[in-house]
């Protein structure tokens, strides 16, 4: 597949705001906050999409989330807000999976 700005940011060819990483994940933050905190974990992996994990990705799946809630925990989150946008028609627009992890506001539902 192509390298994507997250793909390089994993492999540490582009700069960001790095919060957190390891062997298999890492977390920076959104260049375009939609939160107060808003942060990206990625997994190292370039998957480009969820619907493109298969079960050889079922712990990477889980790890990723429980980045997510370590990063959100770090960040001093009780309550927040864990999205992936999966395919051009539901809003990525990177194509490298990420996860948004929003916090410090309230959300409304449905999301828009
Ligand atoms: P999505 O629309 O779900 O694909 O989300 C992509 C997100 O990546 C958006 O919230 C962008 O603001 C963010 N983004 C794009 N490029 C960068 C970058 N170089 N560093 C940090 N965040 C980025």
Redo the contacts with the bound molecule.
Sequence with gaps: MTDT?FGK?ASGQ?Q?DIVYEDDRALA?????PQAPTHL?VIPRKPLATLSEADSDDQALLGHLLLVANRVASEAGLENYRVVV?NGAGA????FHL?L?VLGGRNFSWPPG
């Design positions: 700005i940011i582009a960001a920076f933050r959104d260049l375009n990206l946008n809003g990525q627009t990177v990420h948004h």
